[in-house]
């Protein structure tokens, strides 16, 4: 027996989309055979991803604003609904450090917290009121995938207001599970290992990149923005179907052996 995962015929909005694993999980899903729209503060971004989409065979659909108004998030749900007719899987990429970096708490301005609490917890609530607001009218269910991180596993050292907001998406995860099981809409959280994004990599020195390369058991290689991306089309495709309210890591049994933390942008 051959088991294929396809989501054809559905629609799936990526938010955070215009790079690094956004991307990636945009084109996956595109593989798969969904149609998808992509999000992101950067315009230019978000029509190259929306041309990889159409280069897999699919419709893509480029919106362009900040997840963190409220206002504009409605705005997008509502055009991808009106464009493709429906909405049945949303990805809530949007995550960020933003240009504060990682410091120990006592260092960390009020408002930088704002920024990243706004930039990682609120921006995720927002997507999930509006998508499953655009889901429930249909009475198709639905998927929700939340993007987490591993720093909500272990300590946050020097990234306390960023782990904290990222935790917070887990606890929205399981409590949106309970809300939406009635109306059939799945709601699940993943989170990357540590990934070589172009903002990571900045990031790191070649020390700091040898000792989190050391951390990982399973090759001692950086996950790649790919790997969370299959992760995200198991949660959204029908083998996942009894699954909600969980958080599933991919990051290679990192969190079993590090013990401090790295900056990261999931």
């Not at 694993?21 to 945009?26: K, L, M, S, V």
């Not at 929306?50 to 409605?74: F, I, K, N, Q």
Request: net charge negative; proline share 4%; hydrophobic share 45%.
């Amino acid at each position: 027996m051959t088991i294929t995962i396809s989501l054809a015929g559905q629609t799936a909005l990526v938010t955070g989309a215009g790079a690094g694993i956004g991307r990636a999980i945009a084109v996956r899903l595109a593989q798969a055979g969904a149609n998808v729209a992509v999000t992101d503060i950067v315009a230019t971004a978000a029509h190259e991803t929306s041309e990889l989409v159409r280069a897999e065979g699919r419709e893509g659909l480029a919106l362009v604003g900040d997840m963190t108004d409220p206002r504009r998030v409605d705005d997008m749900v509502e055009e991808t609904v009106r464009h493709f007719g429906a909405l049945n899987i949303g990805v809530n990429n949007v995550g960020m450090l933003g240009k504060h970096g990682a410091a120990p708490y006592l260092d960390w301005s009020s408002q930088a917290m704002a920024d990243v609490v706004a930039g990682n917890l609120l921006a995720t609530m927002y997507s999930c009121q509006a998508e499953a607001a655009a889901m429930i009218p249909a009475g198709r269910g639905g998927v929700i995938v939340n993007v987490s991180s591993g720093e909500t596993t272990r300590p946050a050292v020097q990234l306390a207001p960023y782990g904290a907001a990222k935790a917070g998406i887990n606890h929205l995860t399981q409590t949106l599970a309970i809300e939406l099981a009635p109306h059939r809409i799945r709601v699940n959280a993943a989170a990357p290992g540590t990934t070589l994004t172009q903002k990571v990599a900045e990031a790191f020195s070649a020390e700091h990149r040898a000792a989190l390369q050391a951390s990982i058991p399973l090759d001692g290689e950086f996950s790649a923005p790919e790997d969370l991306a299959d992760l995200v089309l198991l949660l959204a495709s029908d083998l996942a179907a009894h699954t909600t309210g969980q958080f599933l890591l991919s990051d290679k049994g990192a969190f079993l052996s590090r013990s401090r933390p790295a900056p990261t942008t999931h």
